[in-house]
């Protein structure tokens, strides 16, 4: 059987993992037991495709010294965010300083009448490009829930992002439908000229805070709850049945989130922005205020070299993995974790281009690890294959002998799982163990697959200094009837197995007698299955 790795909460801490949207964040615990299991205080951790974070963040709490390298500057600001000690003290005097000027200019964007009375409107749902309804609270909890009435409309309407004169990021995205972005659509264009006109004037306030820190830590804020000011808030209206699929209209509706891509529903909301910035910042407040209770803060170390120096600490760097390792000693690290980019299913640039365009960071779209659906950027598998193989090939010269590297990845792409399989295998990487990763949470396109992307593969290898035995790829007539004999036995002796648990079973029996198979001809078989 395979060995499942279980989630489950640790410190305090772990409240800051949440304040910000990434994708494909792995369980925080999960990862602090591999690094625990995989190396001793004091050695050297580096995670190359850095991601959310959690792999050096949960380093730092092991006392390693640990090194981030991500091509995205969003992940490198993300990452340092969570690291940072804060002044609460003064974090709270410089939103206080934003919240007396900002706020009352954008809520008086959002003003209403209803009954001769002005109100503070905190949701409008558009449908078709039509304002239909304005949601404001009364003096209540709960929210009054009123159609749109005609100087609503007007108001709405009034907003133009021609008329905008504050700074807002007017940056083209790639063409890509696997994210929902068209030919010459533009990052501003995800919000409404309202909302823009707010976000833009709440920027400019924080750009005046002089404390880097502060003023960093104020950015993360603004473009953590920047998704739920955008048009792609969907309106929940319906309930699927979890047991036979149907959909249900429901009584209220109620607010859904920035889900996937840049999908911009039909029906969406327009989120007062000062209410949006002021929810996320108390969270913000709350997990950093708990962080100070038992997390090991330490100072960046401004270079790799300086690190080494060090007892403990960290260091983040925002480039290609394989341009940052190229300079890095030859057997001079203690342990490698990473979760690389899964072929074509998340193109991290393009899809944090939302945040790096308001963060004005320069951006390498060249050199990133990805296959994309933009065929302007001409990232293919060939390409994608290359790069990885590079990465491969340093983490291998830069790893001490006999020590072990964690690769978590996901594909339901044969070249892609093939390529790396017998990469790894060439370079001289031995496998060690394997393990399956089940997600926290299920997204939007796991829920829509019968096998795969429900667990991550967890390959912990170790660096061999002898030759090793090549893998033997199950292929045509008689690879497909070992295959199909091993599915019907592990299928007989699990009742009630569960298709993508027959694939993960596939992985670890095959890969531990160095025979590997293609998962379209096992996904067919499993299929085929009674």
């Known amino acids: 059987m395979t060995n499942k790795l279980h989630n489950h909460k640790s410190g305090s801490y772990e409240g800051i993992y949440s304040l910000h949207k990434y994708w494909s964040k792995k369980p925080p615990n999960i990862i602090k037991n591999l690094i625990e299991k995989n190396s001793k205080e004091g050695d050297l951790i580096i995670d190359p495709f850095l991601g959310s974070g959690i792999s050096v963040i949960e380093s730092v709490v092991c006392n ?22 804060i002044n609460i003290e003064l974090l ?15 809520n008086e964007l959002y003003e209403i009448k209803r009954n001769n009375t002005s109100h503070i409107a905190s949701h409008f749902i558009w449908k078709d490009k039509v304002l239909d309804e304005v949601w404001f609270k009364n003096g209540k909890p709960k929210y009054e829930k009123t159609k749109a009435q005609k100087d609503d409309i007007i108001k709405a309407k009034s907003f133009t992002y021609e008329g905008i004169k504050q700074r807002f990021p007017k940056n083209k995205m790639f063409e890509n439908s696997r994210i929902n972005v068209k030919k010459n659509d533009k990052v501003h264009q995800l919000f409404t000229p309202r909302n823009l006109y707010a976000l833009s004037i709440l920027f400019n306030e924080i750009e005046q805070v002089k404390d880097d820190k502060v003023r960093d830590i104020l950015k993360f804020c603004f473009t953590s709850s920047m998704g739920q000011a955008s048009k792609m808030v969907f309106v929940i209206n319906k309930k699927i049945d979890k047991n036979n699929g149907e959909k249900t209209k429901l009584k209220n ?24 910035f002021e929810r996320k910042y108390e969270k913000i407040l709350k997990a950093k205020s708990n962080q100070l209770q038992d997390f090991p803060f330490t100072e960046e ?20 993995a394989q ?18 980019p899964h072929g074509d299913r998340i193109p991290y640039l393009e899809l944090s281009q939302l945040w790096n365009s308001w963060l004005g960071n320069k951006v390498n779209f060249e050199d990133e690890l990805i296959v994309s659906g933009s065929k302007e950027r001409q990232k293919d598998q060939a390409s994608y294959n ?31 799982w093939i390529n790396i399989i017998n990469s790894l295998n060439e370079i001289g990487f031995k496998l060690k ?27 912990t290898y170790e660096k061999a200094t002898t030759p090793l035995n090549n893998i033997y790829l199950l292929n045509g007539v008689k690879g497909e009837a070992t295959l199909g004999k091993l599915i019907g036995n592990v299928k007989e002796k699990k009742e009630g197995i569960e298709k993508y648990e027959i694939l993960n079973e596939l992985f670890f029996k095959l890969l531990k007698k160095n025979q590997f198979f293609k998962l379209s001809q096992a996904i067919k078989l499993i299929n085929n299955l009674n």
């Open 64 to 85: 390693r010294r640990a090194i981030g390298v991500d091509i995205n500057p969003a992940s490198v600001f993300i990452t340092r965010q969570l690291l940072s000690l």
């Open 92 to 106: 709270n005097v410089e939103y206080k300083r934003i919240e007396d000027f900002a706020k009352p200019i954008i």
């Open 253 to 276: 509706k109620s607010v859904g989130s920035w889900v996937i891509g840049y999908w911009q529903p039909k029906e969406h909301f327009e989120i007062n922005v000062w209410n949006c």
């Open 301 to 320: 170390s401004n270079s790799f070299s300086n690190l080494l120096n060090k007892k403990s600490g960290f260091h983040l760097s925002n480039q290609p």
């Open 323 to 340: 341009k940052f390792l190229i300079n890095i000693q030859d057997n001079s690290v203690d342990y490698i974790i990473t979760d690389p």
């Open 386 to 416: 290359n790069l990885l193989n590079d990465t491969f090939r340093e983490i291998y010269r830069i790893l001490k002998p006999g020590k072990k590297f964690t690769l978590m990845f996901n594909s339901l792409d044969d070249e892609t």
């Open 433 to 459: 163990n394997i393990e399956t990763l089940s997600y926290s949470a299920n997204s939007v396109v796991q829920d829509n697959r019968e096998i795969g992307l429900k667990t991550d593969f967890v390959l």
